[in-house]
């Protein structure tokens, strides 16, 4: 049975066009939004400015020693926050980059969306992913993609996820032994209503948000999907984005909400995977 609205509740507000998410270990959640703020979230949903990036702050990772990357939508280009709030340019020249993770190399994939967000109804395969070193050299490690957008890495599995929005659908990208890009295959399609952010479970499902139709899909290993939440009148998720698990058994789902200026969440659900900052 997907959870309902009944099952979803609000746990932070006037956050403008909220949208990159991440949650740090000690609870903490953190927050991109429109107004070049990236907010600290307390475990009790109280709200604070952290740093202000020079453009849109997007997608935000963490490493292990507790510094933010955060994706600059408007200055192609990631900076780094550490603890103390001091930033700095880790990495450029990449167009329009959305959403960033880690693999357990300290590898951070990032993608670069292409035209098809800033030009309404204009599809083209512009978009890419980049991965950039620990030391910060980038290069391009998938191109010739549809409005790539939010990304994620199964443990013990060598390959990256990633979302096309513009298509509906998941490919699934094959890291090949010299680190290159193997074979493209499409894990989920279909996802009806524009998919923008997802996360993995323990259990390997796949977790993707779509903004318009207020839906997250589930999809299994095999393929498999069906609706794990949907709020269908828009009551706590409105044109939700991103989704990021949390709490001390990473069984709570925190998902930011654009068109809500809010991030919800939904408690006791299947524990979420470990991300590298997690790993530890």
């Not at 167009?95 to 030009?119: E, H, I, K, Q, W």
């Not at 977790?207 to 997250?216: R, S």
Request: negative net charge; glycine residues 10%.
């Amino acid at each position: 049975m997907a959870f309902s609205a009944k099952d979803i509740e609000t746990f932070a507000e006037n956050i403008p066009g909220a949208e990159g998410l991440a949650v740090a270990n000690d609870g903490r959640v953190w927050v991109g939004a429109e107004d070049g703020w990236v907010y600290a979230i307390s475990p009790q949903g109280e709200v604070a400015q952290f740093v202000k990036l020079p453009g849109r702050p997007l997608g935000i990772a963490i490493d292990r020693e507790d510094n933010l990357f955060i994706c600059d939508w408007d200055l192609n280009a990631l900076y780094k926050a550490n603890p103390k709030g001091e930033i700095s340019l880790f990495a450029d020249n990449i167009p329009s980059p959305n959403f960033c993770v880690f693999d357990d190399d300290a590898n951070l994939y990032v993608t670069s969306t292409g035209s098809s967000r800033r030009m309404k109804n204009i599809h083209v395969p512009d978009g890419a992913v980049f991965r950039i070193s620990k030391e910060g050299h980038s290069e391009v490690f998938a191109d010739g993609l549809y409005g790539a957008n939010g990304l994620a890495i199964r443990r013990a599995e060598f390959a990256i996820y990633v979302i096309q929005t513009s298509k509906d659908d998941v490919l699934r990208l094959e890291i090949t032994p010299d680190g290159s890009c193997g074979e493209r295959t499409v894990f989920a399609k279909d996802l009806d209503g524009s998919p923008d952010g997802m996360a993995f479970t323990e259990k390997g499902d796949l977790l993707v948000v779509t903004g318009l139709k207020e839906i997250i899909y589930r999809v299994r290993p095999d393929g498999a999907m069906d609706i794990f939440a949907e709020d269908a009148n828009a009551e706590k998720m409105v044109s939700p984005a991103n989704p990021a698990f949390g709490g001390r058994e990473l069984n709570e789902l925190y998902i930011t909400n654009p068109g809500g200026n809010s991030v919800s969440r939904i408690r006791n659900v299947p524990r979420g995977q470990k991300l590298f900052h997690q790993l530890m």
